[in-house]
Each structure stands twice: as C-alpha cells, then as structure tokens.
C-alpha cells in the first residue's frame, strides 16, 4: 500500500494542495516535463475542503470537456459507478492542474475508488482523456487516507487568508 498524503502550499494569494504518494509530489513521480508544469489544486478551486479528494469533487472530468462550469458535479449528479465488493468509484477527480492554476487547462484526472477498508487512485488521465501509464494505480487503507484529509482540513483552517477574504466553506 502507498503512503498517501496531502500538503498546503502557499502561492499567489491562495494555497495549493499538493498531493504526495510516499512522500514524493504527484508530478514529480509522472516525471518528464510533465514534472516541470503540473501543480496542485488551489484551495479556492476545490471549495475549502479536503472532500474533493473524498467524496465531493469540485471539479471533474465532465467539466472540463464540456468546457461548461454547469457540469462541475454537485451531489445531486456525482458521476459515480458501483465498484466489486460494495465500493464505489468516483470518475474523473481532477488532482493537478498546470502551473495556470486552473483545471480547464492541462490537468491530470483520476478514478477514485472508495473500498470499505481502502482507497485506491486508479487510472490516471489528462484532460484529453489520455492515459497517464507513470502513474498509480496506487492504494491507501481507508483510515489513513481519512486521518490525511482530516489533516488536509485542518491546514486549511488553520490557513492564512489574505486581508478582506472571508472564508469560503463548501458544507
């Protein structure tokens, strides 16, 4: 099983989560000169809360191709499909994005899929739908995936926010 984890980086006025699998950034592990672009989600993009990465992407791959900020997925219209042994698979979450900081752009996608007792990112795709073969599929047990966001959350409370900014919480 991979060690799964999430840091918050300051950049520009806002912090990016940048996702870490044994320590090492996500792009760095894609390497090449994809290492050289990509970066992690700003907070401000994924709605203040580590359940993105969970249950509740903020953006997804449907939003991108569509090109249509509608397609974004509420919880009503999550793309979900029922994974083997009573898990569930949330397809397209977006975990990077090119140094412009926005999805829409060069942006790496994956199939989340929640287990009872584990998490596994599988399928790793840019936003053309292009297979990402460097990267995962990469596992995490559940607990320890949660106890990662719930630390993600906390870094997020715990942010700076710039002067005249308020909060902005998703739930």
Known sequence: MALLSFQLVADEGDHRVQ???????????????????????????????????????????????????????????????????????LAGTGVATCSCGGFGCSSVFVDVVLLPWAVRWERFYDGTGTTLERLGPFEVRRGAYERALADLDRQIAERPVPYGEPRRERW
Do not use: Y
Not at 28 to 45: D, F, L, N, R, Y
């Open 19 to 89: 996702v870490l699998v044994g320590g090492r950034p996500l792009p760095e592990i894609a390497g090449g000169t994809v290492a050289s672009w990509w970066t992690g989600p700003t907070v401000s993009e994924i709605g203040s809360s580590s359940r993105h990465f969970l249950d509740r992407p903020a953006f997804d791959f449907a939003a991108t191709t569509t090109g249509d900020p509608d397609d974004a997925p509420g919880v009503e219209d999550l793309v979900v499909e029922f994974a083997p042994l009573g898990g569930t698979v």
